[in-house]
């Protein structure tokens, strides 16, 4: 059965350390940029940029997908606004979702998810 875990904290993702960098080897978005260690790292040092928004979706508590996403405050045409996007520098590339091969059906879950949380952003 999947589920879905939000995080929003980048220390109670310590125990997903190993889980998180097999699944990325499993994924097709198998980048540097997208290992346990550089994601809490970025987040750690630019915690200014924003709140983590990470999601952990698991079938039977094997982890097959991460989004790992942030919530940032920015001045939109003198608006002070909210907004979710991939965490890292908007000039990366190598941001995306973490999807175990042929576990595709995790995304509709992942995109119900924001959908219920939209009112978080704006």
């Known amino acids: 059965m999947l589920s879905i875990k ?7 993702l310590h125990p ?4 998180w960098n097999r699944t990325l080897q499993k994924s097709s978005s198998n980048t540097i940029f997208l290992t346990f260690d550089w994601i809490t790292t ?11 928004f ?11 997908g991460i989004a790992p996403l942030t919530v940032v405050s920015s001045r939109i045409f003198g608006v ?8 890292g520098w908007d000039c990366l590339t190598y941001k995306d979702f973490i999807i175990s091969r042929k576990r595709e ?8 998810y924001l ?3 939209s009112y978080l952003w704006d």
């Open 42 to 52: 970025w987040c750690k040092i630019y915690s200014k940029e924003g709140k983590p």
């Open 16 to 19: 997903y350390r190993e889980e």
């Open 6 to 12: 939000q995080v929003n904290n980048i220390d109670e």
């Open 54 to 64: 990470i999601l952990l979706i698991t079938d039977d508590e094997e982890l097959i």
């Open 105 to 112: 059906e995790c995304l509709n879950l992942i995109f119900s």
């Open 80 to 87: 002070q606004m909210k907004k979710i996007k991939f965490i």
């Open 115 to 117: 959908q219920d949380k």
